[in-house]
């Protein structure tokens, strides 16, 4: 039943800035750790960051650590991609999605989460 709704996605230019957010509904989400992925054309599916349930742990993949950052308001069932110093390889459609992970953990590969939203489309341009 879980659903993930991403916002946010949009044109920016290299350098600037983008916020993704992505609320949830149908699910315990304080119980449930958030990845958000991305996917270019041509390209596998990848990892950007994700985060534990309880915010204690995160992590990002090599090409966005120091430039994206992801959070979390539990209250409001809601996550959040910061991105940063975007550059034209950022390009592609970002997912957040849910695993059922209690705790300080985090990671899995995308094929583990249990529920995953539709997907906005970052395009970095001149």
């Known amino acids: 039943e879980g659903r993930l709704v991403e916002s946010g996605g949009g044109l920016a230019r290299p350098g600037r800035s983008l916020r993704l957010s992505c609320v949830a509904s149908?699910?315990?989400?304080?119980?449930?750790?958030i990845g958000w992925f991305r996917q270019a054309p041509g390209k596998e599916r990848e990892r950007v960051a994700c985060?534990?349930?309880?915010?204690?742990?995160?992590d990002y993949a090599v090409s966005v650590k120091g430039r994206f950052a992801i959070s979390r308001d539990n209250a409001k069932t809601t996550a959040y991609l910061q991105m940063g110093s975007l550059k034209p390889e950022d390009t592609a459609v970002y997912y957040c999605?849910?695993?059922?992970?209690?705790?300080?953990?985090?990671?899995?590969?995308?094929?583990?989460?249990?529920?995953w939203g539709r997907g906005t489309q970052v395009t970095v341009a001149p």
């Open positions: 985060i534990s349930s309880n915010s204690v742990n995160t």
């Open positions: 149908g699910l315990t989400f304080d119980d449930y750790a």
């Open positions: 999605a849910a695993l059922w992970m209690p705790g300080n953990t985090c990671g899995a590969q995308a094929h583990q989460y249990d529920w």
